[in-house]
């Protein structure tokens, strides 16, 4: 018998419902609070990599623990991505693009502007600002760092800072105080200088240069240096790179000045036009007391503590530490430069409110302390600080107040590019050209890659 056809209408209704049903709910649906189909999912989307432990994964696991137990609503998904740090920003970046991006994603600071200009990454401004933690703790050079355009488009983890790391021991053969803080340039070079002519077999100093170490030679290397000027890489008032400057002109002579052949201060080419330079240093040079003085990151001493890559029970009394000047002890008197990671929300993803929350409950003080602890990263919140398992670090309460007047690299897309630019003109004044005609090189490059009408010089 044939069908009515209110009888096969209701029955399609009813097969429509019955095939949407888990569809909505593979969506997440409504929170439980608001009478839907279940909690929510937000996943996470981070780095690992290497053997364990694994830090980031042990953060997260105790974070969901806590975000599910108090927000019913919620269910939180980790999501290891399993890649070395070239190969994790590939696999996020196509995450990123694809329709099902994860909520939540770790991004290096340095990229943040690069992923937001791709649009990848939604804007936090409405969250953050009713956050009164984030706006009371977060350090404001670290709310700054992931600012781009003038919206925040993550929240740091943790963060790191360059200083000058210096071997007492050497400064006392050379006659050099062992509690040291050189207050220009000049001051470096004389120490650097008087190690030179009183302990043979000593390199004097490191300074990160050229292109095989890549982003350390621009990082820890020249821009610690342009940032002790009067002169910056970009220009944020008027939106455009500076490609030629007193300032830039006057860390290209202190990087020859470090590498002249005819008084070498530096490490020989075969070591410093290495790519594995860093290494060299921290595993090597300090720990056999072959150099003394390095410009180099707070990330050091974890080399040399028990569990580290070269263990060096004796680095806690032999290594002092000091602040990077600026160039003639002007104001601020002090420079140093800060990357990180932080945590971002996709911009595809559907649920950016549970999102924040999963964000703001991860990142309390006590979760956060005992990952910074635990990695020995430089805590973004000033509330960290008082936890005595941080405190108790080697030489983080020196790190720290370094995150005050901290600066950080322009997170814009060109900088990648401009940046093997900044090293391949501390390279060509390593093999003798002059720095004039290295910032001209420059320059040159910068407009090419930025394009001249978003280019200045500066006398």
Same mark, same amino acid.
């Given at each position: 018998?044939?069908?009515?056809?209110?009888?096969?209408?209701?029955?399609?209704?009813?097969?429509?419902?019955?095939?949407?049903?888990?569809?909505?709910?593979?969506?997440?649906?409504?929170?439980?609070?608001?009478?839907?189909?279940?909690?929510?999912?937000?996943?996470?989307?981070?780095?690992?990599?290497? #053997?364990?432990?694994?830090?980031?994964?042990?953060?997260?696991?105790?974070?969901?623990?806590?975000?599910?137990?108090?927000?019913?609503?919620?269910?939180?998904?980790?999501?290891?991505?399993?890649?070395?740090?070239?190969?994790? /920003?590939?696999?996020?970046?196509?995450?990123?693009?694809?329709?099902?991006?994860?909520?939540?994603?770790?991004?290096?600071?340095?990229?943040?502007?690069?992923? =937001?200009?791709?649009? /990848?990454?939604?804007?936090?401004?409405?969250?953050?600002?009713?956050?009164?933690?984030?706006?009371?703790?977060?350090?404001?050079?670290? !709310?700054?760092?992931?600012?781009?355009?003038?919206?925040?488009?993550?929240?740091?983890?943790?963060?790191?800072?360059?200083?000058?790391? /210096?071997?007492?021991?050497?400064?006392?053969?050379?006659?050099?105080?062992?509690?040291?803080?050189?207050?220009?340039?000049?001051?470096?070079?004389?120490?650097?200088?008087?190690?030179?002519?009183?302990?043979?077999?000593?390199?004097?100093?490191?300074? /990160? @240069?050229?292109?095989?170490?890549?982003?350390?030679?621009?990082?820890?290397?020249?821009?610690?240096?342009?940032?002790?000027?009067?002169?910056?890489?970009?220009?944020?008032?008027?939106?455009?790179?500076? @490609?030629?400057?007193?300032?830039?002109?006057?860390?290209?002579?202190?990087?020859?000045?470090?590498?002249?052949?005819?008084?070498?201060?530096?490490?020989?080419?075969? +070591?410093?036009?290495?790519?594995?330079?860093?290494?060299?240093?921290?595993?090597?040079? +300090?720990?056999?007391?072959?150099?003394?003085?390095?410009?180099?990151?707070?990330?050091?001493?974890?080399?040399?503590?028990?569990?580290?890559?070269?263990?060096?029970?004796?680095?806690?009394?032999?290594?002092?530490?000091?602040?990077?000047?600026?160039?003639?002890?002007?104001? #601020?008197?002090?420079?140093?430069?800060?990357?990180?990671?932080?945590?971002? +929300?996709?911009?595809?993803?559907?649920?950016?409110?549970?999102?924040?929350?999963?964000?703001?409950?991860?990142?309390?003080?006590?979760?956060?302390?005992?990952?910074?602890?635990?990695?020995?990263?430089?805590?973004?919140?000033?509330?960290?600080?008082?936890?005595?398992?941080?405190?108790?670090?080697?030489?983080?309460?020196?790190?720290? !107040?370094?995150?005050?007047?901290?600066?950080?690299?322009?997170?814009?897309?060109?900088? #990648?590019?401009?940046?093997?630019?900044?090293?391949?003109?501390?390279?060509?004044?390593?093999?003798?050209?002059?720095?004039?005609?290295?910032?001209?090189?420059?320059?040159?490059? =910068?407009?090419? +890659?930025?394009?001249?009408?978003?280019?200045?010089?500066?006398?």
């Amino acid at each position: 018998m044939k069908k009515s056809t209110r009888s096969v209408r209701l029955f399609s209704l009813v097969a429509l419902l019955f095939c949407l049903v888990p569809l909505l709910q593979a969506c997440g649906g409504a929170s439980s609070s608001s009478g839907g189909n279940g909690p929510v999912t937000i996943t996470v989307a981070y780095q690992q990599f290497g #053997p364990p432990p694994y830090y980031e994964q042990q953060w997260w696991q105790s974070a969901k623990a806590k975000i599910e137990a108090a927000h019913p609503n919620i269910k939180v998904k980790l999501m290891p991505i399993i890649a070395d740090e070239g190969s994790y /920003y590939t696999k996020l970046d196509l995450m990123l693009r694809s329709n099902n991006a994860p909520d939540i994603v770790r991004e290096d600071s340095f990229l943040v502007g690069s992923d =937001v200009t791709a649009g /990848y990454l939604s804007p936090l401004d409405s969250y953050l600002n009713k956050w009164p933690d984030y706006k009371a703790q977060w350090f404001p050079s670290m !709310q700054k760092i992931t600012t781009f355009n003038g919206s925040n488009y993550g929240v740091m983890d943790g963060t790191d800072v360059r200083a000058i790391w /210096y071997n007492k021991d050497i400064f006392k053969k050379a006659g050099l105080p062992t509690t040291w803080q050189p207050n220009s340039w000049a001051d470096i070079l004389a120490a650097a200088n008087a190690i030179k002519k009183k302990v043979p077999g000593v390199i004097p100093m490191n300074l /990160y @240069s050229g292109v095989p170490m890549d982003e350390a030679s621009t990082m820890q290397g020249f821009e610690m240096l342009l940032y002790g000027t009067k002169d910056t890489l970009y220009n944020y008032q008027t939106g455009k790179w500076v @490609s030629s400057s007193t300032g830039f002109k006057d860390a290209l002579n202190f990087v020859k000045q470090v590498y002249d052949p005819s008084n070498l201060l530096g490490p020989t080419n075969d +070591i410093t036009l290495s790519t594995t330079a860093g290494n060299t240093v921290s595993q090597q040079l +300090i720990p056999q007391g072959k150099l003394a003085i390095d410009i180099d990151g707070s990330w050091l001493g974890g080399t040399w503590e028990t569990g580290g890559a070269t263990p060096w029970p004796q680095w806690k009394d032999t290594m002092g530490l000091a602040k990077m000047p600026t160039e003639y002890g002007q104001d #601020p008197k002090y420079v140093t430069l800060s990357g990180g990671w932080a945590y971002s +929300i996709a911009s595809r993803s559907a649920h950016k409110d549970q999102a924040f929350t999963v964000i703001q409950e991860a990142f309390a003080k006590d979760l956060l302390g005992k990952y910074d602890v635990q990695t020995n990263g430089i805590a973004p919140r000033k509330d960290i600080v008082s936890l005595s398992d941080y405190s108790a670090l080697p030489n983080f309460p020196f790190f720290t !107040q370094l995150v005050d007047f901290t600066q950080f690299r322009p997170g814009f897309p060109a900088y #990648p590019k401009i940046s093997v630019q900044i090293d391949s003109a501390m390279q060509q004044v390593m093999n003798g050209k002059s720095a004039d005609d290295a910032m001209s090189a420059f320059s040159q490059s =910068v407009d090419t +890659i930025a394009g001249s009408d978003k280019t200045e010089k500066h006398p």
